[in-house]
């Protein structure tokens, strides 16, 4: 079964570091975008940018470009997401996403993972 | 930066159709797709490539973009159809999601 499997909810305070996990598994995982989306309690999908797990070239949406830093290992086939300080308005439920057709301009997201809350207390 | 718009709320009686909108400049010019996220829930690719269906979807949904607006049509409205859906494109490699629509079956 393809899936991508986040790590479990954090619970921080404002000023400290985070990094959450996606585990991709059932294909093959060099071959697939992984982006990040963000959805703020009660509010829409928001872009944060993807990554491309066979040479970890990332591209950032502006809103969210030096404020979260995108990563991968191929060799666990597991993409991250990390802050160096939390916000209060960092709270929010993160969702990874796999591109069915990476970088082309049809691309879309097929498989999701099941989200990680991340609630930052100030 | 290239903006997606949507109306906030839909309304839509059992096993009538619901149709949802998505605005944005030449918006015709790229691929729509759109996604169902329903409470508690991920959400889940419903129309891609602006008229395609993934395996698994109902055939009463469907999609069209032409112009500067993409469509999502729910034929045949279902208790079960009722969540937010939102569109989304790409513009110069940037990921654009729409505002979102909540789909109220009455």
């Known amino acids: 079964e393809v899936q991508l499997v986040q790590s479990g909810a954090e619970v921080k305070k404002s000023g400290e570091s985070l990094r959450i996990s996606c585990k991709g598994s059932g294909y093959s995982f060099t071959g697939y975008w992984i982006s990040w989306v963000r959805q703020m309690p009660g509010k829409g999908l928001e872009w944060m940018g993807r990554?491309?797990?066979?040479?970890?070239?990332?591209k950032y949406s502006p809103s969210f470009q030096g404020h979260v830093t995108i990563s991968a290992d191929k060799s666990i086939t597991t993409a991250f997401l990390q802050w160096s300080s939390l916000k209060a308005s960092d709270t929010a439920m993160y969702y990874c996403?796999?591109?069915?057709?990476?970088?082309?301009?049809?691309?879309?997201?097929?498989?999701w993972g099941q989200g990680t809350m991340v609630p930052v207390s100030s | 930066s290239y903006e997606l718009t949507q109306p906030p709320s839909v309304s839509v009686s059992p096993g009538q159709t619901a149709s949802i909108t998505c605005s944005g400049e030449?918006?015709?010019?790229?691929?729509a797709c759109w996604y169902q996220q329903k409470p508690g829930q991920s959400p889940v690719v419903v129309i891609y490539e602006d008229t395609k269906r993934p395996s698994g979807i109902p055939e009463r949904f469907s999609g069209s973009n032409s112009g500067n607006t993409a469509t999502l049509t729910i034929s045949g409205t279902q208790a079960m159809d009722e969540a937010d859906y939102y569109c989304q494109a790409w513009d110069s490699g940037t990921g654009v999601f729409g505002s979102g629509t909540k789909v109220t079956v009455l």
């Open positions: 030449k918006l015709g010019d790229k691929y």
């Open positions: 996403a796999r591109h069915s057709y990476s970088g082309r301009p049809n691309d879309a997201f097929d498989i």
């Open positions: 990554i491309d797990p066979s040479d970890s070239h990332t």
